[in-house]
């Protein structure tokens, strides 16, 4: 078994924690690959971060909910599962805090784990490209403080047109990020779906819709606006002019998820949103 360990070196992670789980895992006759060279454990490769997304079993990401997106969109074309050790604050998608490494390593060396795949978005760009989103397609203002006038169409026919801060595509994963805070829908993950989410709309008939798996929305910057920039997962990717726009999916890939524990969704909601009060 080789286990990928990726940690996000721009926040304060102990190097402790990385070390001692690593140690477990040779330990148990796992090969052990990282993004860093591991002080003090010579028996841990160092590898690049594309080749470890690629070339591991499974992989521990220590960081935040950035940092396992991040790592989850990267692996999801190899089929990699990923399980994420909680640095960050809020830590949503997270299975693991730093005091639970020690049974999360027993776990991994034994397989008492399942797999949970959350479904993945796709936007397809003006210039060819395509790119994948775990949580949230977001076009909006593009350093502007004029209204970003936006239509949108489902399956190619017409659906609507307004004035906003901008619109979010979201999967169900990312219902309980941007989109939330919209006024967005909370969606299960167990469902396949999207949420054509308004932005700060300046006018009251625009709401949160929800749309088959199988549809496509195609999100076009209005004649009355100059360009909107394009993020995915937060992550700035593009800039659309007046008259173009961004085409978005449902991505072939599936984001994998190592879940350690039977907690439900709802508990894991209940007690994550409550941090926030």
Request: glycine share 10%; with cysteine.
């Amino acid at each position: 078994m080789v286990v990928g360990m990726l940690a996000n070196r721009q926040i304060q992670i102990d190097p402790a924690v990385p070390l001692k789980m690593s140690q477990q895992l040779l330990q148990g006759g796992a090969q052990v690959l990282a993004n860093w060279q591991m002080a003090g454990e010579p028996r841990v490769q160092a590898v690049e971060q594309q080749a470890l997304l690629s070339g591991c079993d499974m992989i521990v990401v220590f960081g935040g909910d950035g940092t396992l997106l991040g790592a989850a969109r990267g692996a999801a074309p190899s089929g990699t599962p990923v399980l994420g050790i909680n640095f960050g604050r809020l830590g949503f998608l997270t299975e693991a805090e730093v005091r639970d490494c020690r049974a999360a390593a027993d776990a991994l060396l034994s397989g008492d784990y399942t797999i949970e795949e959350r479904m993945m978005l796709r936007a397809a760009f003006p210039d060819g490209r395509t790119l994948d989103a775990l949580n949230d397609v977001t076009v909006s203002r593009s350093g502007e403080m004029a209204l970003l006038y936006l239509d949108m169409a489902v399956d190619g026919q017409r659906f609507d047109s307004y004035g906003a801060d901008g619109v979010l595509v979201a999967s169900p994963t990312g219902s309980t990020a941007y989109s939330l805070s919209c006024g967005g829908p909370v969606i299960s993950p167990q469902l396949r779906c999207m949420v054509l989410c308004p932005i700060c709309p300046h006018t009251l008939r625009a709401r949160p819709v929800v749309l088959s798996p199988t549809e496509t929305v195609q999100i076009c910057v209005g004649s009355r606006s100059r360009q909107a920039r394009v993020d995915l997962d937060g992550v700035h990717t593009g800039v659309l002019t007046s008259g173009q726009g961004v085409l978005v999916s449902q991505s072939p890939y599936r984001a994998r998820f190592i879940r350690l524990n039977q907690r439900s969704f709802y508990a894991l909601l209940r007690e994550k949103l409550a941090q926030n009060d």
